[in-house]
């Protein structure tokens, strides 16, 4: 690395419900951490929305806290990861207009049914437009309505005002930067959800006039595209007095969380597969070329490493389904987790044949259906506490496993081990358990929780030419293995087969349930 002796790099990962940030050294080593939640505010009619200013002031409070431990380290960088596929209204001077419409908001749903519709049609969509778009983009707008471009199509129709006043529509992370160097601009992996870029060159991506005019949105009201290791300028001289943060240090435009998790685990070889144990999940690698999987909702986007691709494979429903159901069970506390983990190994493999669905706002890949539910199957008078908790952490482990299958035929290739990192995979049992569902060696970077903001600030170091892209390979060291038990693996390999078995059967029911062909008056 072409760094000195006190060269540190400040990461920002702006979540759903938290935002984290830390202080990395040379050595990628994480010196200093804060953490700061927010509220998110949901509607039974699609509504999901975040404050802006909450995201901003957790930021600066998150930047203030670490500083205090940088000591006589000097800040030489700062990268921006988080949320995407999400749209904040800004005015000229970056300040938002309305509240920001976050990536679980589904309004805009029959609006791209609308434009991406029409005969002839294949999977729902006008077969030109579909070529058009898989020609130029690699991909497709997502009939869920959960894409950056269903967000904006629903503030034109809804929202007239807030359309017309905004100057820009920035994605989460991108407001971040904007408010950190007072420059507007988009890294233009992470806008690829707007499906109005032209992909075919990873390493210089541009807007597509002919797609933004299909695609029924003013080009203007549209950032400038840079790459994610651009820097976009220097702090600005009023963050810098409330945080205590040097104004030259350089801040990147960054990346979004699912390509920002490769390079938090080091992946930067073709060979590498990684799988993310979060709130949501997803299964993802670097591949060389542009491709795209319609039927079950993956493509390759532009990365985070210019010149790249990742796959773009993400299920909505992860560690939010051991949260939901632990709090039913009315687990709490600051031993809560340590409960869980007691709780699960009390549990068989294969929690006494019960099983969990993980499908608790819908589903993206490997199929595309908000109409699908979670929930327990084969529940009997013998089934505990215990084996309910097992079976959600197994049950989100067949989830990833049914993806995995399908994230592989993409890329071509069959992974041996797996990369894994999340706030999930911090409980050793849970890493058994994928161990022994995939069938395949886990291996469990240092510090998993923080591995996206720590890869961010590493991605900075990048930007600003003070470390190789090959030097993130060092996040690899000091791993931690979980080999499968081929005995727990074969028992496994007959419960996958059913967790298929019953999406299949139950799909439509799902449907009929949770669409408006069976409707009830609430009380």
Not at 452 to 475: N, W, Y
Request: hydrophobic share 40%.
């Amino acid at each position: 690395m072409g760094t000195q002796s006190g060269d540190m790099f400040l990461g920002i990962d702006l979540g759903t419900s938290s935002c984290k940030v830390a202080l990395v050294d040379s050595s990628a080593s994480i010196i200093a951490m804060a953490v700061n939640t927010y509220p998110l505010f949901v509607s039974g009619d699609g509504r999901a929305e975040q404050n802006p200013e909450d995201w901003w002031n957790a930021v600066i409070n998150g930047i203030r806290d670490v500083m205090k431990s940088s000591g006589n380290g000097r800040v030489r960088s700062v990268g921006v990861t988080g949320q995407w596929s999400g749209t904040v209204a800004v005015d000229s001077n970056g300040n938002p207009i309305a509240p920001a419409i976050v990536w679980m908001d589904t309004r805009g749903e029959e609006l791209i049914r609308e434009i991406s519709g029409g005969f002839p049609s294949l999977s729902g969509y006008r077969i030109d437009k579909l070529v058009r778009w898989l020609r130029i983009t690699g991909g497709a707008p997502a009939h869920s309505g959960k894409d950056s471009l269903s967000h904006i199509l629903y503030m034109k129709k809804f929202m007239p005002e807030t359309y017309d006043r905004a100057y820009k529509f920035l994605e989460p992370k991108d407001f971040i930067v904007s408010k950190l160097t007072g420059r507007i601009v988009a890294s233009w992996d992470n806008v690829a959800l707007l499906w109005s870029t032209d992909n075919r060159n990873p390493g210089d991506v541009r807007y597509s006039s002919r797609l933004i005019k299909m695609n029924s949105i003013h080009g203007s009201k549209l950032p400038d595209l840079v790459s994610p290791v651009t820097v976009v300028g220097n702090i600005a001289e009023p963050v810098s007095a409330a945080t205590g943060i040097s104004r030259d240090a350089d801040v990147i435009a960054g990346c979004g969380d699912t390509q920002c998790s490769l390079i938090g685990v080091g992946a930067v070889d073709s060979s590498d597969m990684h799988i993310y144990l979060g709130t949501s999940s997803w299964v993802t690698a670097h591949v060389p070329f542009k491709k795209t999987d319609i039927f079950h909702n993956i493509a390759s986007l532009p990365s985070a490493i210019p010149g790249k691709y990742f796959i773009a494979a993400e299920q909505e429903n992860a560690c939010n389904c051991l949260e939901y159901i632990s709090g039913i069970l009315s687990m709490h506390g600051p031993e809560k987790y340590d409960v869980i983990g007691h709780e699960c190994g009390s549990s068989s493999p294969g929690a006494n044949g019960l099983m969990f669905f993980p499908w608790l706002f819908g589903e993206r890949a490997p199929v595309e259906n908000p109409f699908l539910r979670g929930g327990f199957f084969n529940l009997g008078l013998n089934n505990t506490r215990s084996d309910i908790i097992r079976s959600v952490m197994e049950g989100v482990a067949m989830n990833s496993r049914w993806l995995l299958g399908i994230v592989e035929k993409f890329a071509g290739s069959r992974a041996s081990s797996i990369l894994m990192a999340g706030g999930g995979v911090i409980s050793a049992i849970w890493s058994q358990i994928y161990a022994d569902v995939l069938g395949r060696t886990v291996i469990v970077v240092e510090n998993p929780r923080y591995s996206t903001v720590r890869g961010v600030a590493l991605l900075s170091a990048i930007g600003t030419g003070l470390m190789k892209v090959d030097g993130l390979k060092i996040l690899k060291e000091n791993a931690t293995e979980f080999h499968p038990d081929n005995r727990n693996s074969a028992a496994y390999d007959s419960m996958f087969r059913q967790f298929l078995s019953y999406y299949r059967n139950n799909i439509k029911s799902m449907k009929a349930l949770n669409s408006r062909e069976i409707s009830f008056i609430p009380r």
